[in-house]
């Protein structure tokens, strides 16, 4: 069974930067996506970036130029690492994947990140 395990969350001022990761355990091949979603007290959960195994990314107009998703395929390691962060961006952070364009989805228990002055 697959596992996400997050790690990186925690406290930053705007305009500083943070790093999060997510390691996929359970011994399988390259995942067919990867990503973050994330979720804002009294919002809904939402798609923050996405990369596929095979390089096609997806990624929110509120992040974008802000915030880079990249993986490691071979390890199902994928990292978001977010620059010039926002009051706004401070939300629960959540790990995703799906095996295959098909599968369901697979989620991580979250990290908090918390963007304050």
């Known amino acids: 069974q697959v596992q996400l395990v997050e790690s990186g969350g925690g406290l930053v001022e705007p305009g500083g930067s943070l790093r999060l990761s997510c390691a996929a355990s359970?011994?399988?091949?390259?995942?067919?996506?990867m990503g973050w979603y994330r979720q804002a007290p009294g919002k809904s959960r939402e798609l923050v970036a996405i990369?596929?195994?095979?390089?096609?990314?997806t990624t929110t107009d509120s992040v974008r130029g802000r915030f880079n998703i990249s993986r490691e395929n071979d390890k199902n390691i994928v990292h978001l690492q977010m620059d010039n962060v926002k009051p706004e961006d401070t939300a629960v952070y959540y790990c995703?994947?799906?095996?295959?364009?098909?599968?369901?989805?697979?989620w991580g228990r979250g990290t908090q990140v918390t963007v304050t002055s």
């Open positions: 359970g011994g399988i091949p390259s995942l067919y996506v």
């Open positions: 990369k596929r195994n095979t390089g096609g990314t």
């Open positions: 995703n994947a799906r095996r295959s364009f098909t599968s369901g989805d697979i």
